[in-house]
């Protein structure tokens, strides 16, 4: 949405406390801003975010019941014991089974992986699993990335005759956890572990550390693929995973990701978490979405390098077939919404149609929230239930959305930002209205307008090639930790704005000391209101321009006013 028009949010200054980090640390002042921002605000925890090493680890025991879970597995390793692992179909889920799968392994435990299928079996831990594992003869059962809420599943799986171990991160149903040996979950109400936001492959981390007293190094590359796959916030212990791992990702020993890597067109690239969200994770999330992601597990497990080129020739394969289905449900919900003036003036988009394909519903309603800046919620109907799959912005708490419009929906969940739901066919209109109903006392106008957060205002005559390296010490980033935002007011415009390829603007600006290059991806709509000796506000990113010649800091457009 990079041509609507932006509200920008530009961050308080804090000059005592940007003072107080900066003469502790000997760091640049506007790092020190750049830390506040982000909620680091004392020495200890911004010395901790700069240096990320991992002795900065939290000790795993400070987690509740990792005590009882390190004791249970002992106990299984201990009398041969088989064990499952029932993970979920995501990247997280899929992450978290391999890095167990791994540590059981080495424990000399017997193990089988057990992954539900989207489409047949839906998200979570099912009773239907207890009959397996009995049949299996499984011991032990470890669900990771769900479970904390599968009261009733657990109470089957216990009554055949079999243990549990939760290790989930999302958020319980208050204070009642389910009946199992152990439950692992920072965000229960009775457990003090310092980081609340670790993912489930985070949790397993801990696990190993918990177990093995260290953390192998060799397998820092799936926990920073699922950390950031996650969209967790690069804070704290994840920072820690995400900035030691993505150099292991890069030299990975795993046949699997090093395939994976080589098909994906990034073999030898230097790793950044952009490369993990919108390349590997999104291959590895295609399996799951199409078809089941136990190609994506062996994938990861496999240690065969022809095997493991194969699987990874099949997740390309199973990502074209995603996008391209993406594609046609993308074009044809937008020509719904364009034909029906009506439904694009509404405050909540709810389209639906029998057989769109639910593995793709939520990442086409972020697209229809991308050019619309409107909650969507995308339904596919069939056999008279619609299987919907809703997305958020800025202000809208979408879980409270739907828990105002439960008496109309058959079950649902999620958060502020990403939901899903299952419903009758006949209540989607009654669930559309009730939405906008939701949305128009909960939602003023003004939360219509898309925001820009800015972290601070600077002069351009600051900004040079070691300002921009001072600034990388900030990296990786990503969720929690954004790519910082600066603004320059006032600057003048120092040539006609040129179009690159498609879509692309690039001119000149200067303060009246220094004079920048700034590029705007997608911004060529911009044109006609940059004029040269005109005076305009930028709102950017930094970058290095080293195209055939020396480089020097360029601007990368956010805005322009």
Known sequence: MITMTKQWIIQPQNPQLQKTLSDALGINLIIAQLLINRQITSVPE??????AGMASLNDPFLLTDMDRAVTR?????KKGEKVLIYGDYDVDGVTSSA????????????????IPHRMEEGYGLNQEVAEFAKSQGIHLLVTVDCGINAFVPIETINAAGIDVIVIDHHEPEGAKLPPAWAVINPKRLDCKYPFKNLSAVGLVAKLTQAI????????????????VADVVPLLGENRIFVKNGLGIIERTQKPGLQALLEVSKIAGKKMKPYYIGFILGPRLNAAGRMDSATVSLDLLLSDNPADAFALACSLEA?????????????????????????LKAQDIIVVAKPGWHKGVLGIVASRIVDKYYRPTVVISVEGGIGTGSARSIDGFHLHEALSSCAAVLENYGGHKR??????????????????NDFARAALPQEKFIPTLGIDCEIPLSVMDLNLLEIISSLEPHGEGN?????CSKGLTVKSPPSL????????WVSDGLKTISAVGFGMGSFKDMVKLGGKVDLAYTLSIDDWNKAPTVQLMLKDIK
Not at 105 to 113: A, E, F, S
Not at 500 to 507: A, M, P, W
């Open 46 to 51: 911004a010395k901790m975010f700069l240096s």
């Open 73 to 77: 597995i002992r106990e299984a390793q």
């Open 99 to 114: 890095l167990l799968r791994r540590l059981f392994n080495h424990l000399g435990i017997h193990t089988v992986n057990y």
């Open 212 to 227: 093995l007293g260290h953390l192998p190094l060799e397998d820092l590359d799936l926990v920073a693929l699922g950390t």
């Open 318 to 342: 199973h990502n074209q077939s995603r996008q391209k289905m993406q594609s046609e449900v993308v074009e044809e919900a937008l020509a719904m919404i364009e034909a029906d003036e009506i």
């Open 418 to 435: 990403a939901a899903g739901l299952r419903l009758k066919h006949g209540n989607i209109e009654i669930f559309r209205q009730a939405m």
């Open 482 to 486: 954004p790519t910082p935002v600066f």
């Open 500 to 507: 690159l390829g498609r879509d692309t603007i690039k001119f």
